[in-house]
């Protein structure tokens, strides 16, 4: 009498690890509600009131350059160094939008550039970015209150239609919107990411993109049958 024997061997592919690339941000700066920029002097998102009466509300942007990536990128995060808060809310809700206004014309001195104002926060958007004071008390500036210099660090991973964006950006420029989402004060409600002292070295203005391999670019080691026949006599 024959007895066959069979034996089925699996060995699964590999994964490869992913990667995670830090993109610093090439220009920072932001634009009033009249237009006006001095470029990359400051990062204040929210309402400041200057004045009797004078009431302005300031749209950040950033703008990065993407890499070429032969993967697939599969997160990508806005991490933003706070260096000023002041609001009566314990934490303000921010909006990152897509920006078509080109990187060469967000830099530099504006006066009236009220249209650059509202693209940077009507765009599509990617996230929302919720802040509060960290580390900071209320109605300070980073500099009066850590001896290290350093703000708390704040994070968001942008939707599918900023994962989408990066993408296509890949090769050139990639610029986003930043603006506050519910100003109720009539006082000055704003956050700032932004030091102030020229020295990039004091903040964080940086995507943190994360690819991995596509599934056709694993290696399959091995799979198989083995066929074993014995004979009992």
Not at 13 to 42: H, K, Q, W
Not at 44 to 73: H, R
Not at 100 to 107: E, F, G, H
Request: aromatic fraction near 10%.
């Amino acid at each position: 009498m024959k007895k066959s024997i069979i034996i089925f061997v699996f060995i699964t592919a590999a994964l490869c690890p992913a990667e995670t690339v830090i993109v610093d941000a090439d220009a920072t700066g932001d634009f009033d509600n009249r237009g006006y920029t001095m470029g990359s002097e400051s990062n204040a998102v929210g309402q400041w009131n200057i004045g009797v009466g004078l009431t302005y509300t300031f749209n950040n942007f950033f703008i990065f350059s993407i890499p070429e990536f032969q993967d697939d990128i599969t997160d990508v995060q806005l991490v933003l160094e706070l260096t000023g808060y002041m609001s009566d809310d314990p934490s303000e809700d921010l909006r990152i939008s897509g920006v078509s206004t080109p990187a060469d014309q967000l830099v530099g001195f504006h006066s009236g550039s009220t249209w650059i104002y509202d693209d940077l926060m009507d765009g599509p958007e990617l996230g929302v970015l919720t802040v509060n004071s960290g580390t900071l008390m209320p109605f300070s500036f980073l500099s009066s209150v850590n001896n290290d210099g350093k703000g708390p660090l704040f994070t968001c991973s942008l939707n599918e239609t900023g994962l989408q964006m990066v993408n296509d950006a890949a090769g050139g420029t990639f610029a986003i919107g930043l603006s506050m989402m519910d100003i109720d004060s009539t006082g000055d409600e704003f956050v700032i990411f932004f030091k102030g002292d020229g020295d990039p070295d004091y903040w964080v203005h940086q995507l943190h993109i994360t690819t991995i391999p596509e599934p056709a670019t694993m290696l399959l080691l091995m799979g198989g049958v083995v066929f074993l026949r014995t004979k009992q006599g």
